[in-house]
């Protein structure tokens, strides 16, 4: 077989549920902050032709797409569907791997019908949490050809595939996400020492007289913005655990690699175990 395993239908409808739920809680969020600071920009600056003050109404229309957009965070709570989809869709994929690689607790000696139930019985417990806001419409939820094949394989086979295309594969995603988030976080810390700097220069020639206008209320709302996507993000707090998880995986391999039949299962419940903790503390970082 190729080695790349289709994942079953609950893993996708899962990943899809969360990865339109980020989305929409992001875009909701930039544009909760953006308004904001064109709400303040708004209030500040003076923009009338003596009839008509347009700096009062780009004031009321920014706070007003701010309201608006906090209300639909509110009401629709796009961050649920995020972060139930995303731990259904973690929970199934280290479960398909683990049934189609012969890792505890799919070891040899169980019949199809033992198996598949003990999948089901595996998948219910850990997507109980939050199933209410992920829909399963496609085809083979538990089970996918490509699973049944690689599991028929022999150890050689299945020990190959697994140690490439999931826990090398896996280290790799991780490494090059702890890369990314390090150099947004450094992105967003210049921002939020520039806006600062500014704030303090901007402030100054105010109170000297030099500046008719507070721009520094303007900068203090892409502070205030600035800092609430940085938390919101955690670019800081995702590179440590990414870097963590990347350094946990590459001594797994080299484990998996001096693993006989035997140990096999086991090795790969660790293994397993491993890529599921960096979820398990995303999840918990995030109120899941």
Known sequence: MSGELDMPGFFTDADAASL???RLYLRLNR???????VGAAGSIVALSDGRMDYSAIIALAGFLVA?????????LQPERDWYSGR???????????????HGEPFTDGLGEDELRGLLRSRVKQLTIKGA????????????????????RSDFDTRKSIYIEHRTVSQRHWYARK?????????FWRIVLVSAEVLAVVLATLRI???????LAGVCGAVIAASAAWLVLKQHAQLASAYNMTS???????????????ADWPRAVADAEKAISREHTMWLAGHGG
Do not use: C, H
């Not at 544009?31 to 600071?37: F, W």
């Not at 398909?96 to 690689?101: H, K």
């Open 178 to 186: 702890a890369i990314f988030n390090k150099r947004r976080a450094q």
């Open 67 to 75: 309201l608006v957009a906090e209300l639909a965070l509110s009401y």
């Open 87 to 101: 731990a259904m869709a973690e929970s199934m994929k280290t479960m398909a791997w683990r049934y189609a690689v």
């Open 31 to 37: 544009i909760r902050l953006t308004s904001a600071i």
């Open 132 to 151: 209410d806001r992920v829909a399963i419409g496609t085809d083979a939820p538990l089970i996918t050809e490509s699973m049944r094949e690689l599991r």
């Open 247 to 261: 350094r946990e995986l590459a001594l797994q391999e080299d484990t998996l690699l001096g693993t006989g039949e």
């Open 208 to 214: 000297t007289g030099r500046l008719s206008i507070d």
């Open 20 to 22: 339109n739920g980020q």
